[in-house]
C-alpha cells in the first residue's frame, strides 16, 4: 500500500516536472531542425494508431504538447526562462493548448495553416553515365563535398552550451525598441533587429574551436546512384535531405540528372530504339554477308544479308534495343548500311566488272 501509494506520488513529481527537451530527446540548445526532427521520429512512433502499448497515447499527447512548445519561438522563450508556470500565465484565458491529434495532422501536411520549415537550396547535377551502363544497369559511386552541422558543437557555433547566453542588449528578445525623436518633443518607438546578437537572442561567448563558430563543416560524403536499365535520358535521381546543412534552414536535396555520355563509333539511343551504323564493301552490298557486332553487354549479335543491300538501308533487329524503364519489354536494334567503294580499281578487275555490267561494250573498252 505504502508501495503503491509512493509510485504514485513519483508519478505526480514527473508530471508535475515535465521537461519538454527531455520529452523530445532533444538538448536544450536542439535547433528548429532538430526539434522537428524528433517530432517527427517520436510522434510517429507512439501514434496510438500504430503503437498498441498501454501508455502510448500519453507519450503521444505529451511529444505533441512538447513540440507544439518548443517549436513556437515565443513560449520556448517563455518556457526557457519561466518554466511550465509561465507558459500557463501566457496562455492565460485560451484554450489549454492544442488537440495532439491537430498538431500531428498539422505537421505531417493536410492541415491548413502549416508553417513550413525554411528550406536550404537544393543542387542539380548533370551526371553523366555510358550508354552500356544504362542498358544493364549500374551501381555508381560518387562523392560530394557539402556543409554538414560542426559535430562538436551540434550547430550551436558555441566551445560548450555554457558559453551560450542570452543576449543582455536585448533581453533574449532579438530586437530592440530604439526612441527617435522626429520632431522637438516628438518620439517615436521603431522596433530594430539587436546588433549585439543579430536577432538570435542569444551570443556566443567562446566560439566553437572546431568550427571558428561557423555552425558548419566541410564533409566529403559517399552515395551510391543506382542507374536502373533503361533509365530516360535526363533522369532525375533526388537524394532528400542531402544538400548543404545550416542550423538555419531543413537541408535541400542533391538532384542528379542522368546524361548518357556521347561516345564515338559507338551505339545511339532514342527512348527504346538502339542505332547502329554499319560498314559494309561494295561486295558485301552486292553479294550478302555474314558478320558479327559486339552489342552494349558485350554480347556477339549476327549481322546477316543475303543479295543485295542498298547504301543507307535500315535492318531492324526486334528486341534488341534498350530496355524500357520500369518494364520487361525491349525497345528494337536498327542497323544502318554505309556502303564503301574502293579508292581505285585494278585493270583486270575493271575488264571483269564491264564484262559484268556491260557485256556488249566490253570489246570496245580495249580499243
Ligand atoms: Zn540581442
Ligand atoms: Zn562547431
Known amino acids: 500500500m505504502i508501495y503503491s501509494f509512493l509510485l504514485l506520488l513519483l508519478f505526480v513529481v514527473f508530471v508535475t516536472a515535465t521537461d519538454y527537451y527531455k520529452v523530445l530527446d532533444v538538448h536544450k540548445s536542439a535547433s528548429d531542425k532538430d526539434i522537428r526532427a524528433a517530432y517527427k521520429r517520436l510522434s510517429k512512433k507512439w501514434h496510438p494508431d500504430k503503437n498498441k502499448d498501454p501508455g502510448a497515447e500519453d507519450r503521444f499527447v505529451d511529444i505533441a504538447r512538447a513540440y507544439e512548445i518548443l517549436s513556437d519561438n515565443t513560449k520556448r522563450q517563455i518556457y526557457d526562462r519561466h518554466g511550465e508556470e509561465g ?92 526612441k527617435q525623436q522626429i520632431f522637438p518633443g516628438m518620439f517615436a518607438q521603431t522596433q530594430v533587429t539587436c546588433n549585439d546578437c543579430g536577432g538570435r537572442g542569444r551570443v556566443i561567448k567562446k566560439k566553437c574551436p572546431h568550427c571558428q563558430g561557423s555552425k558548419v563543416i566541410d564533409h566529403t560524403a559517399h552515395y551510391t546512384l543506382e542507374v536502373t536499365p533503361g533509365m530516360p535520358e535526363g533522369h532525375e535521381v533526388v537524394f532528400d535531405g542531402e544538400a548543404d546543412q545550416s542550423p538555419d534552414w531543413e537541408a535541400g536535396d542533391i538532384v542528379l540528372r542522368v546524361r548518357t555520355k556521347k561516345e564515338k563509333g559507338s551505339f545511339r539511343r532514342k527512348e527504346s530504339g538502339l542505332y547502329w551504323k554499319e560498314t559494309i564493301g561494295v561486295d558485301e552490298a552486292l553479294l550478302g554477308f555474314k558478320r558479327e557486332i559486339a552489342h552494349l553487354d558485350g554480347r556477339k549479335i549476327t549481322l546477316e544479308r543475303d543479295g543485295v543491300t542498298q547504301p543507307g538501308f535500315v535492318q531492324v533487329i526486334r528486341g534488341e534495343g534498350m530496355p524500357e524503364f520500369n518494364s520487361a519489354q525491349r525497345g528494337d536494334l536498327f542497323i544502318e548500311y554505309n556502303v564503301v567503294l574502293p579508292l581505285e580499281i585494278s585493270p583486270p578487275t575493271r575488264k571483269k566488272l564491264l564484262e559484268a555490267f556491260h557485256p556488249n561494250e566490253a570489246g570496245r573498252d580495249e580499243l
Open 87 to 178: 507558459l500557463k500565465a501566457h496562455e492565460g484565458g485560451q484554450q489549454q493548448g492544442s488537440n495532439p491529434f491537430d498538431v500531428f495532422q498539422n505537421f505531417f501536411g493536410g492541415g491548413g495553416h502549416h508553417q513550413q520549415a525554411r528550406r536550404g537550396p537544393s543542387t542539380v547535377t548533370e551526371f553523366e553515365v555510358s550508354l552500356a551502363d544504362v542498358y544493364t544497369g549500374q551501381s555508381i559511386d560518387f562523392m560530394v563535398k557539402k556543409k554538414i552541422l560542426c559535430d562538436h558543437c551540434r550547430g550551436s557555433g558555441a566551445a560548450s552550451d555554457g558559453d551560450i547566453h542570452t543576449c543582455t542588449a536585448c533581453g533574449g528578445h532579438g530586437i530592440k525598441l530604439v
